[in-house]
């Protein structure tokens, strides 16, 4: 697809940091997925898994800055590479707060699984499908450059923030009615809003690659 | 200040200036070139390079005897001058920088803006008369005395030409210094070195000076370097200032042979010069 | 190359400790074979050095004893003379072998005045002459010119003086002598008969024989200025005769004059051409039209018959005057030349 | 900004050598131009075009049209020398006159113009040296030979002899090139502060330096003018593909 | 303090971005206290304001990071310029996204607005002024190069947390007494979480300068 | 990874100067260690030292240890012959030997020590060659004069020549510095590939240079080791301030 470096070792430390972003994107995924099995199937122990995932994420993020910072320092990378390093850098942190979203996502889903369910989830699989595919969506246009679907990712964004939507309404409804529920309720809407913010920073990574691919700066422009 | 006009005008001016020199500087070298190909041509046959001369008065004749003793004492005073000028540039250029060195370089520029004649006054004292007579090993020695700064000075030159950093290179190969020295400082020189030794015995083949009083010339054959020896520069000499018309005539067919040899002498140091800067 | 001892000794000891340490089996006999191989080499090696030193410096300083042996030899043969004329010998006009009195100012007097001459036509033309052909004419006249220059720079004297006898001296005795007589006569320099050989035709004839050389080298030294000089220059706006005041002569400056007394140092010295042309005669004149004598004319024309043992030591005093007076001149080049690049490139290092 | 040199469809021939292929750009007023390519590319070839620098090189041919404050440079009757007086150069290596003194060296230019007037050529001896940063170091032995400075020195001192005539542009080709680290950026940081005077073009095979320098760079490749633009914007996003790949180390 | 950098045109354009992350930084502080001058006040045309005002916050941040990526491009930085440079790309996200929150809350506090005051704000004002001062601390840190500060600034983030912690719990019982007060109060809990992300942020950005000063990378290691 | 050379309090003095001061370092093996440092601060002079190339120079005075495979090559009795068989050297300009053939380049070591069986010397161009990936490049004119080749390749023809003797570590003082960036960068790309066999101790003055191609750095300044550690940390997190200072551009 693209030229190689004159300098293997450069192309090779590139690739270094693409497989790394992946492989952090890769267990976001999974992290997205067990937090919410946890909720759904109410099952702690996955929970108090996910929660000690996020370590691995936080490494993760270190590793990739460390090797970021360390191209920068040797290589001097300009153009292509320089923004594909300083957007890497970027979403490098992004893909740790999702992390951190998880994390919140299933110390909910903790708190939730030792009282009674409030009602099935139907709405919030859904958009957590979306979410994750949004990340993994975001991270595939990053690593292949691919401007379209990038776009793609930040229209996609519009579809989760209405089930927010629809979903916050939904409970406020349920607590309205009894107030029994309102603990709960506010957990579950904690969710609903982890995982829009999930979907927002999957968006941010989107924008960003298109800076990388096209060099211009969508940022707050669409949103 | 001036104005442009006025610095054309000068820079006009110093161009035909210029050009006058040139032309004055080569108009009489033409006419040097024009009188040996017109005098030496017209007097050159075969005889020239087959027979020795005659005596007075008797036509023909030519100056094979010259040709020959120019070549032995030649052969002579470069068996004795390259070795020394060679190795002794290996030392300046190598293990100079001192003062000694200094002193060493010095006497060579003494020895070689020494007149020639005095070479030859020398080597009669040292060899002449010790051995009483004149001899063909005498003219080759004082040949050698011209011989041996040339090259000493042109060889030096070229080794110290050789950057640093092919000598460095060879040490860091592993090479012991003398090895380097011969087989990576001087073969690289070595087209140098060649042209500047091509220079000294084209310089020394025109030599008549020295020679008067050392091979001092021989009428007949001479191939005996204990004995009196015939030079071509000798014959051109002597011929010339002779009031003989044929002698004249010998004296121009001396010349252009003495000049053709020059020339390629010369040509083919500017060869191996050549070979040098385009390698 | 100095090492604190303690460093040497220390890994002596452990050298030691390893050769014992490897004895015994067959493949450490081995390896101990190959270290002393490679040992012999290396001393090999380093005596190699030693005496390549050692011969080169032999070599070498043989040159100091060649002059050394030729400044004593002649100065021991010139004793005789020393010894009865002393300074007479330089100050007196008489040179008669068979009274057996000697004095050697007419051999001087020409050859100063003929080299000096000469040198002071040769020298302007000459660097006209090589200006011309590496910053003007076109590339291609100067590779044509300019070996040709070189080649009469190489050309014998002898031949010089062979033109110089049969060619020219027979035209100036029927041309141009005849003319500066007519019209310049009342200037002392042109008075006289025209003789054709004649300080005159020395004069010409040394000219011509050192304007090749002082070109040459001139144009060598031109072609060495770095383009970046002259391309500094032009850049400043200068037009090409100020580029060469500029920045060309200058930098040519030393090896110009070098080539200037180098020439003049061949003119002193120069013996066939000229005594083959300035017609040997031990006058001192201020005329250029009459003969003159210089001091390698009168060595090439007596030494061979010397009549008596005192005139051949008369001569070897000519010799070694000669010798000293180039030495001098040498000398002072190579002073003026040190003392200017010094100038030059001091501050490089 | 107005643009201070012009070129048209620039060809520029060596024999049969097509060193120089139909460029056409403009060079800002008071701005640094950077002119980057690979070796051979015709960077220097192109910049000694822009004052006539090739007049000298008999097989080279220019064809185009070079305006220098919209005037051809290479129109009938239009005098070479009185164009690289206005547009001056620097070299690569560092070329004072080594026969002179650090003084006659800056006034060398200037006296072309007939005699100098001792105050007058002591004012521009002052004026130049320290705008090139030189002064202080050299105030004290403005008599001594130049070649007594260092490498870094005597570049400066180059840049002041090519100022004190009084140039409009100024062409510099690798000024740093053959200059240590600490050298190079005493030169990069004087270009920085000569660009409110003069309108500099600079050619350099250190894409740092460019970067570093220039306000504007050009990317010329087998001579031909690839892309041209802001610095900042070839820097970090160019528009072609060719240029990405040169600044990315992306070749062969 | 420092030495300068042997070219003044780099030490300038330094400072340049030093700077720019300052004014960020002070835009953002007022945009915290006018988002909760806006809700104490019930000031519905400040939190228009405040709404609108984030739009120049993202500004700042493209601005910031093309400055970011010149400097990366032209300067080649290595070392402590190079930390700092990446660490602003971040510190800019990071001050990016308290501006979103500080329009989050100003969009609550224009809804709450709406409707009857639910109570006086006592906490919640002490809670704003505790994250604006980390994020003061956090930026003065930074542009000082001031690890010791950071290290204050990270310590502080606890007190912020107990607060929301205090705050949710009160709101809860709010609910459970009245439910109709649980719309208002969901609004409350959502304008408290984001006053602790913004001290989150705050704390990220104190991290990264203790890596910027020390060249040691603390992040999740206190926490 | 076991260190392959190791210096233990080296100072060296040229006479009255003291170049390098008490410096005490180890050189891993198959690694890459770049010495860098502003001009004149002992680079040359410490890398030197390595292969004793100042046994040359009369003035020049090397004390304290240093240690090649842990024995001291400055001890009584070793031969300096030796010792720069074992650590070779390349240069800052190529020096190819202009008198010979490429073939003849790369056997130089052997052949100018004495014969060398014809077979032998064919393998050994053939696979010092091609570890420097110039074979392709030169298969077909191996008999041709090595000045035809361009300064890359001939540095490249120059490291064939360094490893062709077989050493154990090479020095290289600065030996892209007289080459165009793209040789340069093949150069780069070579030491990286050679550092699996050789250990590799590099002198450069362009730090991004040292960046690229080292696994460690030392920093050397006025003939101090300030600083000396992978290279990584020395430019993203060095601990002393001199270096800091050094390596952002910070000095005078
Ligand atoms: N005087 C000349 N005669 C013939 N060809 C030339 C001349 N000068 C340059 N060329 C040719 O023109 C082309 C461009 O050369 P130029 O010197 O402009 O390249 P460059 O980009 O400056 O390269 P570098 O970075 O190596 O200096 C080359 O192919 C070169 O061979
Ligand atoms: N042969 C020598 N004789 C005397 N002094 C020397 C010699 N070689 C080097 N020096 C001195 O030793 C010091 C260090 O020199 P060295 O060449 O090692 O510096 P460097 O760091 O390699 O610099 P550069 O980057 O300019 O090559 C300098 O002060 C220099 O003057
Ligand atoms: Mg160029
Ligand atoms: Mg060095
Ligand atoms: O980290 P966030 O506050 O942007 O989710």
Same mark, same amino acid.
């Given at each position: ?6 300098? *293997? ?19 976001? $995924? +999974? ?13 702690? &122990?996955?929970? &108090? ?11 993760? &993020?270190?590793?990739?800055? &460390? ?22 850098? *970027? ?23 030792? $009282? ?18 949004? +990340?993994? $969506? ?57 995982? $829009? ?15 990388? +691919?096209?060099? *211009? ?7 | ?65 010259? =040709? ?86 042109? %060889? ?33 020189? =070595? ?16 030599? %008549? ?52 040899? =020059? ?17 | 190359?100095?090492? !604190? ?43 190699? !050095? ?300 | ?5 012009? @070129? ?32 051979? /590319? ?101 008599? #001594?030979?130049?070649? #007594? ?29 053959? @200059? ?9 940081? @004087? ?12 050619? #350099? ?22 892309? /041209? ?13 060719? #240029? ?9």
């Amino acid at each position: 697809m693209e030229r190689e470096h004159f300098s *293997k070792q450069f192309d090779t430390e590139l690739n270094d940091i693409r497989e790394k972003l992946l492989e952090m994107g890769g267990k976001v $995924e +999974v992290m997205i997925a067990n937090a919410m099995k946890s909720l759904v199937e109410r099952d702690t &122990e996955l929970a &108090e898994k996910t929660i000690a995932f996020d370590h691995e994420i936080n490494n993760l &993020e270190m590793v990739i800055d &460390e090797k970021c910072l360390e191209v920068l320092a040797r290589r001097q990378p300009a153009a292509r590479d320089l923004r594909f390093i300083t957007l890497a850098l *970027k979403i490098v942190t992004d893909l740790e707060r999702i992390g951190d979203q998880c994390a919140n996502i299933a110390k909910r889903s903790r708190e939730l699984n030792q $009282e009674p369910s409030l009602k099935p989830y139907i709405d919030l699989p859904r958009m957590a499908q979306a979410a994750s595919d949004m +990340v993994k $969506e975001a991270l595939d246009a990053f690593v292949r450059g691919d401007d379209a679907l990038a776009i793609k990712v930040c229209e996609d964004d519009q579809f989760v923030d209405e089930l927010n939507e629809q979903i916050q309404r939904e409970l406020l409804t349920f607590m309205m009615g009894d107030p029994s529920t309102i603990s709960r309720a506010i957990k579950i809407n904690h969710v609903s809003k982890c995982l $829009e913010r999930i979907a927002d920073h999957a968006t941010n990574v989107a924008e960003m690659v298109i800076f990388m +691919v096209k060099g *211009k700066d969508i940022r707050h422009t669409i949103a | 200040m001036h104005g442009m006009a006025y610095r054309k005008a000068k820079n006009h001016l110093m161009n035909l200036v210029m050009l006058a020199c040139t032309l004055a500087v080569l108009i009489p070298l033409g006419l040097i070139f024009f009188h040996i190909l017109k005098m030496g041509v017209s007097s050159l046959s075969l005889d020239f390079f087959t027979q020795i001369p005659k005596p007075t008065g008797e036509a023909g004749g030519g100056m094979a005897n010259g =040709m020959l003793g120019s070549l032995i004492m030649i052969g002579g005073a470069s068996l004795i001058g390259l070795p020394i000028g060679i190795l002794g540039a290996i030392y300046l250029a190598e293990f100079g920088g001192s003062k000694v060195s200094t002193v060493i370089r010095f006497g060579a520029d003494v020895l070689s803006g020494t007149p020639s004649i005095i070479t030859g006054m020398v080597a009669y004292t040292l060899l002449v008369v010790p051995m009483k007579g004149f001899s063909g090993l005498a003219g080759s020695v004082a040949l050698a005395l011209i011989m041996i700064p040339i090259v000493l000075r042109t %060889t030096e030159e070229q080794l110290k030409m050789v950057p640093g950093s092919l000598r460095e290179a060879s040490l860091a190969l592993g090479v012991p210094f003398w090895r380097t020295s011969l087989k990576v400082t001087l073969r690289s020189a =070595m087209s140098g070195v060649l042209t500047g030794i091509l220079l000294a015995v084209a310089r020394v083949s025109g030599e %008549t000076a020295p020679l008067l009083f050392t091979a001092l010339g021989n009428q007949f054959w001479s191939r005996d370097i204990s004995q009196p020896m015939a030079a071509l520069p000798l014959q051109i000499f002597s011929f010339a200032i002779a009031p003989y018309e044929d002698w004249h005539k010998l004296a121009w067919a001396g010349a252009l042979v003495l000049v053709t040899v =020059m020339f390629v002498l010369s040509l083919t140091a500017r060869f191996f010069g050549r070979s040098r800067h385009s390698g | 190359m100095l090492t !604190d001892s303690t460093g040497a000794q220390h890994s002596r000891q452990r050298d030691l400790a390893s050769e014992t340490a490897l004895r015994g089996t067959p493949e450490t006999e081995n390896i101990l074979q190959t270290v002393t191989k490679r040992e012999k080499e290396q001393a090999k090696g380093m005596k190699g !050095d030693l005496v390549f030193r050692y011969l080169t410096t032999c070599f070498a300083f043989s040159i100091l004893a060649i002059l050394a042996l030729m400044l004593y030899e002649m100065t021991g043969e010139s004793m005789p003379s020393i010894r009865a004329f002393g300074w007479k010998f330089v100050s007196s006009s008489d040179w008669d072998a068979v009274q057996g009195v000697f004095g050697a100012l007419p051999y001087l007097y020409g050859s100063v005045v003929s080299s000096v001459l000469a040198l002071l036509l040769a020298t302007p033309l000459s660097i006209g002459a090589a200006l011309f052909i590496t910053e003007i004419a076109p590339a291609r006249w100067g590779t044509i010119i300019a070996p040709l220059v070189e080649l009469l720079a190489a050309i014998p004297s002898v031949i010089y003086g062979l033109w110089g006898v049969l060619v020219m001296a027979p035209w100036l005795q029927s041309t141009v002598q005849p003319f500066l007589i007519e019209h310049f006569g009342f200037i002392p320099l042109f008075q006289g008969a025209p003789y054709g050989v004649s300080m005159l035709a020395a004069i010409f004839i040394l000219m011509i024989m050192v304007v090749p050389i002082i070109t040459s080298i001139t144009r060598e030294v031109l072609l060495a200025v770095p383009l970046s000089q002259k391309e500094a220059a032009i850049a400043l706006g200068a037009t090409r005769w100020e580029t060469i005041k500029m920045a060309i002569l200058p930098y040519g400056k030393s090896g110009i004059l070098g080539a200037a007394i180098l020439g003049l140092g061949r003119a002193i010295g120069e013996t066939m051409a000229v005594t083959m042309v300035i017609g040997n005669a031990p006058n001192i004149s201020l005329s250029l039209l009459s003969p003159a004598y210089t001091m390698p004319s009168v060595i090439a024309n007596e030494f061979a018959e010397t009549t008596s043992k005192l005139h051949g030591s008369a001569l070897m005093e000519i010799g070694l005057i000669l010798m000293v007076v180039t030495l001098i001149v040498n000398g002072l080049a190579r002073l003026l030349i040190w003392s200017v690049s010094k100038s030059a490139n001091g501050g490089a290092a | 900004m107005s643009n201070k040199v012009h @070129l048209e469809e620039v060809n520029i021939h060596f024999g049969k050598t097509h060193a120089v292929r139909d460029v056409s750009m403009s060079f800002p007023e008071n701005s640094v131009t950077a002119i980057i390519g690979p070796s051979g /590319c015709g960077k220097s070839t192109l910049l000694r075009s822009m004052n006539r620098m090739h007049d000298l090189v008999p097989s080279a041919r220019v064809t185009g049209k070079i305006l220098v404050d919209n005037g051809d440079i290479y129109g009938r009757g239009v005098d070479p020398v009185s164009i690289r007086r206005r547009v001056g150069m620097v070299f690569q290596k560092p070329n004072p006159f080594p026969a002179m003194s650090i003084y006659d060296n800056v006034v060398a230019g200037y006296k072309l113009n007939g005699r100098l007037p001792r105050e007058e050529a002591n004012e521009i001896v002052e004026s130049c040296l320290k705008r090139v940063a030189l002064w202080d170091e050299v105030k004290d032995r403005l008599k #001594t030979n130049a070649m #007594t400075l260092s490498g870094g020195q005597q570049q400066r001192l180059c840049i002041a002899r090519t100022i004190a005539v009084k140039p409009e542009v100024i062409l510099m080709d690798e000024p740093a090139s053959a @200059l240590d680290p600490i050298s190079t950026l005493k030169i990069e940081e @004087l270009i920085e502060e000569l660009k409110t005077r003069y309108t500099i073009i600079i050619v #350099t095979h250190n894409m740092q330096q460019a970067a570093r320098v220039s306000d504007y760079t050009a990317f010329l490749y087998m001579g031909d003018l690839v892309e /041209c633009g802001e610095t900042k914007k070839i820097f970090t996003t160019p528009e072609q593909k060719r #240029t990405e790949d040169y600044i990315t180390g992306r070749f062969g």
